[in-house]
């Protein structure tokens, strides 16, 4: 007996080690599962054909790990919609773990095999009675996810059902469904509003984000049906998520803006008056000014920069500039904020304008919209300092980056009649760099600047230029790497006033500066630029007086039609369809032959004796007669035609010589068409083309001109 005993025992013991052996196993597996959840991504092909065998095992456990697997290899968006019979038969597991991948997965896969899911829609529909309401959501996420619209009746009973569910999550899975059954079919678009009423009227505020942002979806002009819920829905949003909060401001935002009186300045009233529901919004909103998520933040600044009176609009910019620390990505969208808000209300951000100055490792376009806050914040007070900046910002090592900068100097210019000297030195002191992106630029911008200076000679920035030249001639000889500190130099030097109007004229600084142009039109290659030159010599190379070697012409003014013809063949025509060069190794465009064309046209116009100069026209004329260029060939027609009546010596358009003024009233009414006389066919190519534009257009404001 006590033998039997003993065999019993130890027989007993054994098992009982099996069993604790097989769980220490078990257990290390699951440790394995979780904590070295990478091997589930780095498995190998024989492994995953392994998994349509798991899944019809007996075992959870193999199951589970076969899910896993197949979760990881959609996160590798790899193809698994080959496993969806499989996986399908396990949606009823009784295992919870199990049915929530299995639920993850038919998410996933659900819209791309709609024929597969609806074999398992009654499972789903049971589902929704479950007493767990995490299945009951994910149940109504999948039967929501099957985009086949026969079953849209179904889904949308399932969506009224799950609205009067008590648990908000399964609330929340309701408003999404809604917006899916909305895509799916709008004929239900009366049903849908009816479930977004019993929605709104939820107070959870787990729920409440989603609600709103599915009325916005399917209705967003039924701003009315907020009417009853606009307090509460203020009240409740320092308790909603951060990504409902974002959808909730954008909502009542415009609720707002569309349904409550705009705030009554101070100035109209004796007190600034604000509607009592906006009062409540804006008090409700300020609290999310300290949210961490960056939406959160940029959401409120937008509410407040459309709703708040004046009066509370300055907290927005504390909240805005903490976000530039944040992170890069936050940083560029938040720059975006602040250039909306720096060109309304400058004021805000005047005082921390340092705090927007372009670093070295910042992104191109980063820089680019820092650059155009800085425009907007510039004054009287600061204007030294950004000036400063922008010389720096003209070395960078991005061309678009260069030309805002240099841009920017012009700009500032503008703004600040004062800094006119200070601008034009910086910009002549550029003229001078080996790099073409600068020397272009700098050559559209001063074009801008003269045309200011000609047409207001009486301003009191005009009277300090002529001094101001005398520093440009020292930066004109400067080596380049020393050209961002010699313009800082000059321009943290005071500005030098006229002090001898008796030995140089107010007009004579501008001119000067159109002299220097001239003479370095062999270095400046860019085409815009270019053409800038040209035409600021065709318009102002008159001289008045006869001390000149060509009467009445400026003496650099020929010898640029000169280059300029020389080099006319040479030049680039540009397809217009897709900006391609015809001449790849030619490194100018066809807009440079337009304004040669013009050029030649003037100069002849104020010199009509001259014998050299009306050859030299006529040469440029009968060259562009053949162009490849179109607009060329047009533009020379053109300008033949007006000068024919005009000019003697210059080929009319069929060819033939004309008398020029030495015609008789009988060949003129002979020849078709209208013949112009001198003075008005100067005032064609002259007048009217002295207007500046401050922002430039794609094409040059230069372009399009005589």
């Excluded at 210059?650 to 060949?667: A, K, L």
Aim: hydrophobic letters at 45%.
């Amino acid at each position: 007996m006590d033998g039997i005993n003993l065999n019993a025992l130890s027989e007993n013991a054994t098992r009982l080690g099996m069993r604790i052996q097989e769980t220490i196993a078990e257990h290390t597996r699951d440790l394995s599962l979780t904590r070295g959840g990478s091997s589930l991504f780095d498995m190998a092909d024989d492994k995953a054909k392994n998994i349509t065998k798991q899944l019809e095992s007996s075992s959870d456990r193999e199951k589970l790990d076969a899910m896993k697997r197949l979760i990881a290899l959609i996160s590798k968006n790899r193809p698994v919609s080959s496993y969806f019979p499989a996986v399908v038969k396990n949606v009823a597991s009784p295992n919870l773990e199990l049915r929530k991948l299995v639920y993850i997965y038919l998410l996933r896969c659900a819209p791309s095999e709609p024929d597969l899911a609806l074999l398992s829609i009654n499972t789903f529909q049971r589902d929704l009675a479950d007493p767990s309401p995490l299945i009951r959501a994910m149940a109504l996420r999948v039967l929501s996810g099957i985009r086949v619209p026969t079953v849209a009746t179904i889904v949308l009973m399932a969506v009224r059902k799950s609205a009067a569910d008590p648990s908000p999550y399964v609330r929340k899975a309701a408003a999404f469904a809604v917006m899916k059954v909305y895509k799916l079919d709008q004929a239900h678009h009366t049903t849908l509003l009816d479930i977004m009423t019993t929605l709104l009227r939820d107070r959870s505020p787990l729920s409440l984000g989603t609600a709103v942002l599915a009325l916005d979806t399917i209705a967003p002009s039924r701003l009315d049906l907020l009417h009853v819920h606009f307090r509460r829905l203020c009240r409740a949003l320092p308790d909603i998520d951060a990504w409902g909060q974002v959808d909730v401001l954008r909502v009542l935002v415009r609720y707002a803006r569309t349904m409550l009186p705009k705030p009554v300045p101070a100035g109209e009233r004796q007190g600034e008056e604000v509607d009592k529901d906006l009062k409540l919004l804006l008090a409700c909103a300020e609290p999310l000014f300290m949210n961490k998520n960056p939406a959160v933040v940029l959401a409120v600044a937008r509410a407040f920069y459309y709703l708040a009176p004046s009066s509370i609009l300055s907290k927005i910019g504390a909240p805005l500039l903490r976000l530039l620390s944040v992170s890069r990505e936050v940083e560029r969208v938040t720059l975006a904020y602040l250039l909306v808000v720096a060109r309304s209300h400058p004021a805000l951000f005047i005082t921390s304008h340092n705090r927007l100055f372009v670093r070295a490792d910042d992104a191109e376009q980063v820089k680019r919209t820092k650059i155009s806050i800085l425009l907007a914040l510039c004054t009287v007070d600061n204007h030294q300092t950004l000036l400063r900046e922008f010389v720096d910002y003209a070395q960078d090592t991005d061309d678009s980056v260069v030309g805002d900068a240099i841009h920017g100097i012009g700009r500032i210019a503008s703004l600040v009649p004062s800094s006119t000297p200070q601008c034009l030195t910086a910009l002549m002191g550029m003229i001078n760099s080996k790099q073409d992106t600068i020397v272009s630029n700098a050559v559209l911008v001063l074009k801008s600047l003269v045309q200011n200076q000609l047409l207001t000679p009486s301003s009191t920035s005009t009277m300090t230029l002529a001094t101001s030249l005398s520093s440009q001639q020292a930066l004109l000889t400067s080596s380049i790497p020393s050209l961002t500190s010699s313009i800082s130099t000059s321009l943290s030097a005071a500005p030098l006033s006229f002090t001898s109007p008796e030995s140089t004229s107010v007009a004579q600084a501008p001119l000067s500066i159109i002299a220097q142009l001239a003479r370095r039109i062999d270095d400046i290659r860019h085409p815009h630029a270019r053409a800038c030159v040209l035409w600021l010599v065709g318009q102002y190379g008159s001289v008045p007086g006869t001390g000149t070697t060509v009467e009445g012409v400026a003496d650099w003014a020929p010898d640029v039609l000169r280059k300029a013809a020389r080099s006319f063949n040479t030049e680039v025509c540009f397809n217009t369809l897709y900006n391609s060069p015809v001449h790849a190794n030619s490194h100018q465009a066809s807009l440079v032959k337009l304004q040669t064309l013009t050029l030649a046209a003037k100069l002849i116009l104020l010199a009509p004796t001259h014998r050299t100069l009306a050859l030299l026209a006529q040469h440029v004329l009968t060259l562009a007669r053949y162009d490849e260029d179109w607009d060329v060939r047009d533009r020379a027609r053109m300008l033949k035609a007006l000068l024919v009546g005009a000019v003697a010596g210059v080929m009319s358009s069929n060819d033939e010589e004309g008398i020029g003024e030495n015609w008789n009233r009988e060949e003129q009414a002979a020849r078709p068409g209208v013949v112009l006389r001198r003075e008005q066919v100067t005032r064609v190519l002259f007048e009217g083309k002295t207007g500046t534009i401050e922002e430039e257009p794609a094409t040059g404001e230069c372009i399009s001109e005589f």
